[in-house]
C-alpha cells in the first residue's frame, strides 16, 4: 500500500479473507444502521435556515465588518465632517427640505439620513446576501443541485432564500440606527421619534422581505459575469436616486425627476421609514408605500420563485446551447426571453 | 459487545443460512427445521450462534457438492457477492493474509473457476474473475448470489422461498430487536416508518423508465439529448448506464432524479412517478452528481449533519449520523476541515457519504471517478462494491469501459440519447461483441490484394471484414494470425502498417460492433 494524500475510501478495515466479506466497515451503518428519516416542509425548511445561521455566525465579523463601514463612512463625513468644515450651509443654501417644520435650526441631515440610510442597508443587505450567494450556486459547480434535491418543492427553496436574505437585511437596517444616532457632531443630533411601532415593524419586514425577492430574481437572471453591473447599474442608482439623502417631497423642484424616481422601490422604502421616524419631515403617502412594499414583496416574491425553479430545472438548456454555440450572453438572454414567452 | 459490524457479519451468515434452509435435507448436516426454526426466546448470542451453524452446514454442504475446497468457496463467496455470477472480480490487494490467499486463488486457477490478472494500472492489484467454469460451479451449488439479504429470497429455489423467508424474517427481526433493546435506542420502526415496499411496482423494479426523452429547445432548431430510453432496474441491482460523453447520460439521470422536466415518456423511481411526484422522488434517492455540489461553507462533518436535517433527522440524530458516515468513509480526520480544502478523492467520498445520510432507496452516481487519480478511482469502486453487496440499488453512468465492465450488474450501452444494447456484461460481449476486433491502418491506403482480405473472409472464424479509408477492421472469433495476414498483406502491396491494434471481447468490441464507431472516451 502506498501513502497517498487521498486514503482508500472506507478502509478502515480492509477485505480480509477471514472475514470471507466485502469491506468498508462502516457500510453496515450506511445502509442498515440508518435511522428512518421524516422529512416534513417545516423541518427542512427550519433545517435550512439553521445552516443559514450557521454560516452567517462563522462568517460575522466580517459580515459585520462589511456592513458597518458604509453606513458609518455616510454618517461621518456628512453629519460631522462637512458641518465641521462649515459645508453644511451648502445644504440649507438651497432652501432646506420643504416640509421640515421650520423650527429652529430646521431639519439636520442626519434626520434625513436616518431613514435613508436604513433604506439603503436593507436593499444592500437584501440583494447581496441573496444574490451573491445564488449567483455562485448557479454558476460552474452547480451547488445549487445539492438544495434543490432536499425534499421539498422548488419554490419552497425559493422562499427559504428569501427568508434568509430578509433576515439579514432586516439586521443590517437595525445596524445603522446606532450609527446615526451617535456619529455626528454638535448640534447635528436626529430627530426621531416613533409613534406607531407596528407600522415600523410591518415596514421593516416588508422591505426586507421585498428587498431579499429582488436579489433572488437578479440572482437568478444575472449572468455571473456581469456580476459587477449589479453595483453599477443596480445598486448605485437604486441608492442615489432613492430618496436616501433628500426626501421625495423635496424633489418638486424637478418635476421630471419626482416622478421618475417612483419606479425606483427603493423611493417607497426610503420614505415609509421617514414616515415612522422622522414624521416631520414630509413624506409620501402611506398607502403608497405599503401598496408598493407588500404589494411588491409578493409579486417580485412570485416571479423570483417562479424563474428560480425554472431555472433549476431548465439550466440545462442554457448550458447546453452555451457549450455548443459558445456564446455565453446568449444564454442569458433566451432565459430572459423565455420567462417572458411563458 | 454487538456494534454495526456485528450486525452485519450476523446477516451475512443469516444471509449464507438461507441455502442451507434450501438443502439441509439434502446435505443431511442438519434438519431443514433446525435451520430455520429460531426459539422465540433466543438471545443474541444464540441467534449468533445459530447463523455460525447454519452457515457451517452451508460451506459444507457447498463443498461437497462442488469440490471446492472450504476456503475455496470463502473466496469464491467473496466473488460472487460482488458481482453476483456474471463475471465478477476482486480486488485481492486489500486481503490480510497474503499466503492464504495466494494458496485459495491458486487452487481456485488451477480448477478453472477463476481467472486472475494483474491489473495495468497498479501492479499491487490483482484482479480475480469469475470464469465460466466458476458461475457454472457456483450456480449448480445453489449459492446465494450475494449478501444482500433483502433480496436473498429470489434467489432461492422456489420451492423452499416461504421457509427461507421465514428464516431471514425472523433472524433478522430478532437480531435488530436484540441490538436496539441492548443499546437502549429508540422502539422499532412502526409500519407507517418503514420504506414503502407496497408503493412498489409489483416487479420491484426500483427504477422504470418507458421512452423517456428530452428535446432541448435552442436558437440552432432543437437537440434531442434523450430520444426514448426505457429502463428497469431491479432492487439491490447495481445497474450502469455506459456510453460517450455527450451521449445522454446526465440527462438520464437528471430526469430520473427530478432536476430536469421529460419532454415525453415516464417514470418511476422507488415506486414514484418522477413527473407527478417529484419530492416524493427525492425523499427516496441519494445523488452523487457529476460537479463538486458539496456545500463550500460548511465543514465535512456539517455537511453531513445539515444534509440530515434536511431529510427530518433531529439535530443529535443528525450529529450521530454524521459520525456513523464520517467513520464509514474514513474521513474522521478531517471532520473540522472545510469541504474547500478535500482532495478530489475525498471530496468524492463525502458526496456519497452526504447522498446516503437518509437511507436512499436508490443511489445515483454521474461519473463517479471522472476525474479522480487510479488508486484513488480503484478506491472508490471498493466503496461502491461495499455499498452494493449491502443491498444498496445503484445506478451510476460512465464513460469508462472497465468500470462498468467492474462494477455493474447489467449495463446499458447508450449513445446519442439511446440504448443500444442492454444487459449483464457477459450478455452483452456473447450478443454483440463475442469477436476479437483487430485493426490495422496503413501508410497510404487498403491494399488492393482484394483476395487476401477474401481469403480472409472465408477463413473460419472471422465474421466480418470492415475496409474504411486506410484501415481495415476484422471481427474474429479466433483471432490467431489474422493480424500476422494483414501485415504481411501490407508488406506485399509495399504499404507501412502504421498503426496495429488487437482489442479482445471487452465492451469496448462490444461498442465497435454495435455502433461501428470507435468509442470516443
Redesign the interface.
Known sequence: MTTTSNTPAGRAAPISAESGTSSLTGAVAVISGAPVPHPTMARTFAAMMAREFRVLGRNLPSTFTRSIIQPLLWVFVFTYVMPKIGAASLFEAGGGYPGAAGGAGGTTFSTILLPGLMASMLLMQGITATTFPLVMEFSWQRTIEDRALAPVPLNVLAIQKITAGAVQAFLGALIVIPIVLFVHAAGQTPHAHVTNWALLALILVAASLLTAALGLLLGTLMDPRKMQMLFAAILLPATMLGCVFYPWSALHHIRWLQIAVLFNPMVYISEGLRAVLTPEVGHLAMWAVLLVLVGGAVLIGYLGSEAFSRRVLNQRVAELSWVRAGLGNIQHRKMLLRLVDD | MVD??G???T??AACGGEGTGARADASGAMSADDAVGVPPDASLSELLAIAARTMGAFRWHTAQGTGISPAGL??L??LA??GGLKSSE????????PG??TS?VDTLVRDGLVERRRNEVDR?VVRLYLTDRGSRKLAEAGAIIG?KWRDACNYVAREDEPVVRRFLTDTIERFNELIRKERGT?PP?TAR??RPAEELPRSGAAIRAEDLRKT?????GD?Q?VRGISLEVATGEFFGLLGPNGAGKS?TI?ML?T???PTGGRAWVAGTDVMAN??GV??R?G?V?Q????????SVS?NLE?R??????GRR?AA??AE??L????LTDRRRAMATDL????AR?LM??RA????PDVLFLDEPTAG??P??RV??W??L???H????TILLTTHYMEEAEALCDRVAVVDHGEVLASGTVDDLKQGAGADTVITVRYEGGVPRELDTLSALESRPGVSKIEADGDQVRVFAREPDGVLGELVTAGARAGLTVRDAAQLKPSLETVFLTLTGREYRE
Open positions: 454495526e459490524v450486525t452485519y457479519r446477516e451475512q470463502d473466496v463467496r467473496v457477492s460482488r476482486v480486488v485481492a490487494r486489500g486481503w490480510s493474509t492464504r490467499v485459495v499491487r449478501p429508540r420502526p416508518d418503514r432541448y429547445t435552442t436558437s440552432r437537440v439529448a440527462t437528471g432524479t432536476l430536469i422536466v417529484p419530492v427525492k425523499r434517492i445523488v452528481p460537479n463538486n455540489t458539496l456545500d463550500m461553507q460548511l456539517e445539515f440530515s436535517r434536511f431529510f427530518g433527522l440524530e450521530r449520523r456513523q458516515l467513520v464509514a468513509f474514513g482532495s478530489g478523492g475525498q467520498r456519497i457519504a446516503l445520510v437518509h437511507k479522480l487519480d488508486q484513488t478506491n472508490l471498493d466503496t462494491h461495499a455499498l453487496a449491502e443491498g444498496q
